[in-house]
């Protein structure tokens, strides 16, 4: 059973790669039906595992409930026959025989189960690996189309650096820590040679200054910032100035 759950726990995780990198690359157009496909892909992957679980668990009906039939039990089964007299010529005389009342024992293995019994689970097994060779193919053929889809993100990455060259600009890198659009304008600043206040702290970050800055900037008109806050103006000042928010 371990080795099966840790099998199970690889093929979600497997298929879940999958259909985040689907879901990644999918455009507007193509995003309702890439969804669909992986809602199918994941349900189906449910279903297998909880047969697979049921089959080596040995519940009851596991192997009839895999393959979609519901069967009673053999030992339900009834063979009812009528003591008949069944007669025949041979060389035209009439003989009487007697038919047996009595049903024939069942074909047992070895271990006395039903050999009819003993069948069914190999069924199973059989059709929940074809049940699982058609998801693998369906799960590589979406890892292919996958790779065939735009990469979005990098077709914006690049029309906005020709935009940029044309313009005159340059990228500059900026450390995503929680101060990074304040550090970006900082750097902006600098850029143009614009102080960030009149007599700096020396040894102070100068996000910390722009950050200051846009603080006070809030505080001195409140009338135009409080209706947009979902919390007390004085609280949303405290995080600019001190915290990383």
């Known amino acids: 059973m371990e080795d099966l759950q840790a099998r199970h726990r690889k093929e979600q995780r497997d298929l879940q ?13 193509t995003r309702k039906g890439v969804n669909d496909e992986c809602e199918k892909l994941e349900a189906e992957l449910r279903e297998k595992h909880a047969a697979e ?20 039990p053999l ?6 026959r009528d003591v008949e007299d069944a007669t025949h010529r041979t060389n035209g005389t009439q003989h009487v025989t007697d038919v047996s009342d009595e049903r024939a024992p069942p074909d047992t293995d070895s271990n006395g189960t039903p050999a009819s019994q003993t069948k069914k689970p190999n069924k199973a097994k059989a059709r929940l690996a074809k049940r699982a060779l058609e998801q693998e193919q369906q799960a590589q053929q979406a890892a292919e189309e996958a790779k065939n889809l735009p990469d979005l993100k990098q077709q914006q990455r690049e029309r906005m650096l020709e935009y940029m060259t044309e313009c005159g600009l340059r990228e500059k890198e900026i450390r995503a820590d929680g101060h990074c659009l304040y550090a970006a304008v900082a750097d902006q600043l600098e850029q143009l040679r614009i102080p960030l206040v009149l007599a700096p702290v020396e040894g102070t970050p100068a996000y910390r200054l722009v950050r200051a800055a846009a603080a006070e900037y809030l505080e001195r008109h409140p009338d135009d910032f409080e209706p947009f806050l979902d919390e007390p103006l004085a609280e949303y ?3 600019i100035r001190e915290t990383g928010e």
Do not use: F, M, W
């Open 237 to 239: 000042l405290q995080k």
């Open 53 to 72: 679980i049921a089959l080596l668990s040995g519940e009851p009906n596991a192997a009839t409930e895999v393959d979609g039939l519901s069967e009673p």
């Open 75 to 80: 030992d339900d089964l009834t063979l009812e």
């Open 17 to 29: 790669s999958r259909v985040t990198q689907k879901k990644k690359q999918a455009s507007k157009k």
